[in-house]
């Protein structure tokens, strides 16, 4: 069993509509990723928290540390956000902080 | 400023051939780490470099990778002789400090056959 889970695997959406990513951890932590990936492309760092929630624009990431579990909502949904959503956590402490566990990731499609 | 890069952006080589990746990462970051995904599966983390010192490889998954960093400016990953299970996107991610946020590359993608 892998140390971060992602749920669902696969999420297909109509344009406008509500998404949510989640992501269950099973290892202290000492901050949680969520990360992006276009077909074809590199990863880009949507967020990084160790404790409450962050928004940007449409997207909010939040972290219940005493759960271990993060989830990223989307608020009206757009094909352009239709990318494999990659959730990683940094280790808990000691020499090890800087090494990400990742999650399998979320490939979400939105349609128009 | 640019970001991290890497090169070439895709690989294809047979079974036993040599490959060497490269990753250039952002200016001023000492710590620069390599990953990999390998089809159907996660990303691992293969190693980290603080400037030109192999601060950990408990990643690499065997002897026929080896990653430099000389000078402590851009790093390579050679992968010597390739194996089929070696196919996958190699990401490479770097930060200014120990333990903060990482930037990645767009990753290379290695096809063995």
């Known amino acids: 069993k892998n140390e971060v889970e992602q749920s669902p695997q696969n999420l297909t959406a109509q344009e406008g509509e509500f998404i949510t990513i989640n992501c269950s951890y099973s290892?202290?932590?000492?901050?949680l990723h969520w990360l992006q990936q276009h077909p074809g492309g590199g990863i880009v760092s949507l967020f990084m928290?160790?404790?409450g929630k962050k928004k940007h624009g449409r997207l909010i990431a939040t972290i219940n540390i005493q759960e271990k579990h993060s989830s990223l909502h989307i608020t009206a949904s757009h094909p352009r956000d239709s990318a494999v959503y990659i959730c990683a956590v940094k280790g808990g402490g000691g020499g090890s902080n800087y090494k990400l566990t990742f999650g399998k990731g979320t490939l979400l499609t939105v349609n128009p | 400023e640019a970001g991290v890069t890497q090169f070439p952006s895709h690989s294809v080589i047979e079974k036993g051939q040599t490959v060497t990746l490269r990753c250039d990462p952002i200016?001023?970051?000492?710590?620069l780490y390599w990953y990999r995904r390998v089809m159907g599966k996660e990303i691992k983390f293969l190693l980290h470099f603080v400037k030109e010192s192999k601060q950990d490889e408990s990643g690499m998954p065997n002897n026929r990778f080896l990653a430099e960093r000389t000078g402590g400016t851009y790093s390579t990953l050679k992968v010597q002789p390739a194996e089929l299970e070696d196919s996958g996107v190699y990401f490479c991610?770097?930060?200014?400090?120990?333990?903060?946020?990482?930037?990645f590359g767009p990753g290379t993608r290695l096809t063995v056959t």
């Open positions: 290892v202290g932590i000492s901050a």
């Open positions: 928290l160790s404790s």
């Open positions: 200016s001023g970051h000492d710590n």
């Open positions: 991610a770097s930060s200014q400090v120990h333990g903060g946020e990482q930037y």
